[in-house]
């Protein structure tokens, strides 16, 4: 026992650790006490990150804040637990709670313990565990405060270098495709998802691209050959085409779609072996249903169908509308999927009433459609027309949102110009799925997650806004919560519906009859004539015939009319099937060719079988070749009437005009359209050489009602 | 008795605390700086590319309307003997947007998809400053006298990262048809008042046009804009100048619902609603080809001239992807591709506005460089204005004619602001300036808008609306 130290002098200093009235036990209290503190600042500190980790995964939008900010949770957590840890030091009784409530809880675990009566191996092992935390419980707290302050400290570094600091990091790019109808939702719901997730410095950690999904049939052949066009149509020439934006993602009109294009690929995409794509998918972003719209005869067309069975079944409600003579129109089948949807639907109901040529469809898209309705200023028209098309849709063209396509006009539309949805269950819902998509080779795994909160997000907020999907209505109003009572859209119905559509259609036989003077824009390999029918094979069916021919006028004034056959058909005919060996067998002669007029070249196809239509794909200065340019449309007139085989003839001009007097290719609808089957008809229509392939797409339609 | 050491357990606990502060600041400092360049996982080219290992492939838009002289060159690269690698164009989309989406994502991927680049000019900086493409060797560009204006545009950092390919300005195309046309306008306010009488088809829809034209309708307003990233906020300083230049547009601007892109601008001059029509060198071969574009004596229905105002300089570079297998390979094919003979080939047959100086000079003094495009094709020696069969190709004469326009539009044009996030400046700066033009918005608080382009030229943007009203005062 050592004698108590005797007082000091006024100059004297004490040995270290000789504090004034402090002893070896006072002292080891000292250390005791401070280490206590460490203790339970390290456990409130940790205890309090625990709590707010806890909020940020309950609460998204508190995520998303965090997400934002640099380092993430990592950064984040320790940094606030930190500060809570510290704030609660100044308030003795808040800051005594977390080490209680952890004390608590260790002791009413070890109370079950003992009432349970856990093997005395495992209670012996806890007892060494709880001695050897006793010993490393202070450097432990002090490590984690310390990593805790370091990770603060690097916050704010971040915190401050991406304040004041230079350009944001570069964004990962992330390209997803739609249909045509869905582009403007779904730039305006990526806007939103890339502003949510801009970090605090107002960075983008992604961007978005979204493109126009290409036809179910291209997109069957691209997933299966990394997303080129049809190899077929290179022929061996050094350029490709690609369909577009090679899609990370495709938001889906429905999962039966998905199916039918997943099916095509295994069965149907030959591909290059290992460059295929998987089809992942997700979650609904949105859930629709397909509805009738009509312009004007609403309140008639609502009467009709209650004087008779009173339901909105497609067998009741399709026979009153074409009973108040009005026509169902929709989307092209083999260019848009919510055409090919339509027609599925309607096909069956079509043959029962027995006016297959009373169906028509106009454009390769809901948004090609809806454009033209928008531009078209016939009242009488719009009023007989009841379009098929997805819910959405008539929400977007009612506000004169964009359509997502040049020269559209724009503006809300009200009163007779706006349209009415009408639902029937007999149509079906769109889910649109959110389908990931995989090519081979190029799984990013940080990609993926991105993508995957993209369509979480997407799922939860709604493709066209409304919140989730399912039972919620969206814009769409009472046609959306008419969704959930529509039928189930199955893949096997799109399927069975594709040779039952093409049954329907009258066949298209036609010559197309290209003018090769020197002053068309064909290419020395005339690969842009075959780029430009691309296009229009898919509004082909089964049974139509093509043929290709080529006139001109050589030097000295003789005609010069080339045929393109295919040697092994009787008639050098070609179906859809074997349409791309006819096109590889285009060439073009060198040397100089002149303009030559159509009333010649009628004349002089003599290889032509009976019954053809003749389309002419001309940049309209033959007219002037005619016999009297000013009276262009008379000599041809002529010229078409004297032809026993060429029963129509069909003028497509790039730039420049139609001859005066031919007008452009009427509605199907209007009087002048209709005629006798032996009746021959003549139409002109202009397009520029970037929608050559366009144009030819509208233009069988047309050809084919003619037949 | 000794006493025990004070602060025994001081030294390993100070230990610990450095070792965990180091620990947490490291990891989170970690964690906050992926992904950086130098952090990244990188790019590299793992195994060959895509199976295709002995080929150039060049990633472009798609060609259309030009004549396919673009694949026509790559057929002559394919056909030489001498090449000991074959080339093959992959045409991405007819967007640029899409183009561009599609090249970034290819090399992020790692993947080595393409070896050339045709990008456009706003893009180098951010394909440069990325690490997407490499500089080009010195000896690509040796003996070639390019346009300065256009061989700026491929500079980043001061070295040389694309090389020009076609170069693009604003030309003014008139209508000289009709009962007593006015002369050509010389100046922005002649045009702007005739245009009120004839009509004007320029582009003021909401994409890379409208910022360009709204970029011509400011800088069209006396401003002292030289180029270069400070410049539209330079101009913007003096917002009630820029509002009056923009309401002195708004007529213009709206004749067409601010619908028009280059080629519904063309539509609507061809058809004749409109007399005047701003747009790019494509349209001259386009109409120049069209028949119903020619008068009974076989001239044409239309003038040409460089825009009278400021234009903005546009065009497409080609470039050598970092993750490309053939560097060497692809310099010389790019060598090849802005050689005199291509240049000359690409002007006549397919419209391309040329980037070599000697082209121009050819052209301009019909030498026996000057030729058509079926001379070219046929390796006819020209003289002269040597005429074509009418309308199967454009005339020395009219060459000459194009050239001259392109090439004083080019002299005269300014480049956008140059930045790695181009884009996101357009949008911004778009955003709120074309409702101003088109009058469905107020103008924006400019002080505001200029940090907010300031911004987004680092590609920051803050939520909330960066086209605020001005205050009331």
Known sequence: MSAPSPPMGENQRRPSGDEPGRNDHEEDALGFDRRAKVVDGALTAALSSVAVKIAEMSWDALHRQIERLPGGPLAVIPTV????????????????????????????????????????????????????????????????????????????????????????????????????????????????????????????PFRISVGAAPSVDEMIKGFGNRWHRDYSLQENAPYFRLLGLTPDAWIAGSSAEVDYVREGVSTEGKGVPGESAELVKGPSVATEGMVFATFARVDELEQAVAASDGNHELENLVPQIRSLGMHIVYPQPGLSSAGLVAAAYLVDLTEAAGDAPENVNFDTSVSALLCRMRGDADQQFRNNLVLVVPSHSVVDYNRGRDMAQEDCPKGASDGSYSLNAISSPGLPALDHPFVKIDWSGNNDPARGALLDDFAGWLADRGLFGGGKPEGTPGEGGAADAGAAKSRKLDARVLKEARPKIAELFHQVKLRIMLDVSGSMPWSADASNIRDAFARMKQTLITDDRLSVGMFSRKGNGELALDSVRLPDVATGEARPGNLDALLQRITLDDGPRFDAPISQMLEGLDDLLPGRSVAVVTDGGIFNDEIDPERAAQSIDAALSKSESVQNLYILVLGGQCPAGVSAPAPALSPSAHGTPKDKRMACDLTTENDIGDALTRMIPKIREWS | MSKAPRNSGQPRHTRVAWAGFAAGLMIVTLIGLRPLGWISTGTDCHGGKDGKDQELVVATGAEVGAGGIRRRLIKEWNNDPKKNIKARLVEISESTDEQRAEMVAAAQSGRCVYDVLLLDVAWTEEFARNGYIVPIPAETLAGREFLPNSLETGKFEN????????????????????????????????????????????????????????????????????????????????????????????????????????????????????????????????????????????????????????????????????????????????????????????????????????????YAQVTGGAKTCGELLDGETGEGDRSAEPESEITTGQLRDFAEAVHQAVDRAVVRPKSAYYSTFSEVFRSCLLPVVLGSAVPPDFAEFADALRDAMDGKRHSGDHCPAPPET
């Open chain 1, 81 to 204: 637990g930190l500060l809570l840890a510290f704030l609660l030091r100044f308030s003795p009784r808040l800051g005594a709670i977390p080490p209680r409530v952890l004390r608590w809880s260790v002791g009413r675990a070890t109370r079950v313990i003992r009432a349970i009566g856990w093997p005395a191996r495992l209670t012996r092992w806890m007892r060494r565990l709880r001695g050897w935390l006793a010993r490393v419980r202070a450097p432990l707290a002090v490590g984690y405060l310390a990593a805790c302050f370091g990770a603060a400290v690097a916050f704010v570094g971040l915190l401050l270098t991406q304040t004041v600091g230079g350009p944001c990091d570069p964004p990962q790019e992330l390209r997803v495709i739609t249909a045509q109808e869905n582009v403007s939702a779904l730039r305006e719901r990526s806007e939103e998802y890339t502003a949510e997730n801009r970090t605090w410095a107002g960075c983008a």
């Open chain 2, 159 to 362: 070295e040389q990262y694309a090389v020009p390919f076609a170069a693009d300005a604003p030309l003014l195309y008139v209508r000289n048809d009709g009962k007593n046309p006015p002369p050509p306008p010389r100046t922005v306010p002649d045009l702007l008042s005739s245009a009120r009488n004839r009509g004007y088809a320029a582009q003021f829809s909401d994409y890379e046009g409208g910022t360009i034209n709204l970029m011509e309708a400011i800088l069209s307003g006396e401003s002292t804009g030289t180029g270069g990233a400070e410049w539209i906020m330079d101009a913007l300083k003096d917002s009630g100048k820029v509002l009056g230049t923009l309401e002195k547009w708004h007529d213009v601007a709206t004749a067409s619902n601010g619908d028009l892109r280059e080629e519904s601008s063309l539509q609507a001059f061809r058809s004749g609603y409109v007399g005047y029509m701003r747009n790019w060198p494509f349209a001259y071969r386009r109409l120049v080809m069209d028949p119903s574009m020619r008068n009974d004596q076989g001239g044409l229905k239309f003038d040409l001239q460089a825009f009278p105002g400021v234009g903005i300089l546009g065009g497409v570079n080609l470039a050598i992807t970092r993750n490309s297998p053939h560097k060497k390979a692809a310099a010389e094919l790019i060598g090849a591709l802005t050689s005199p003979d291509a240049q000359r080939l690409l002007f006549a047959c397919g419209g391309y506005a040329p980037v070599l100086e000697s082209v121009y000079r050819d």
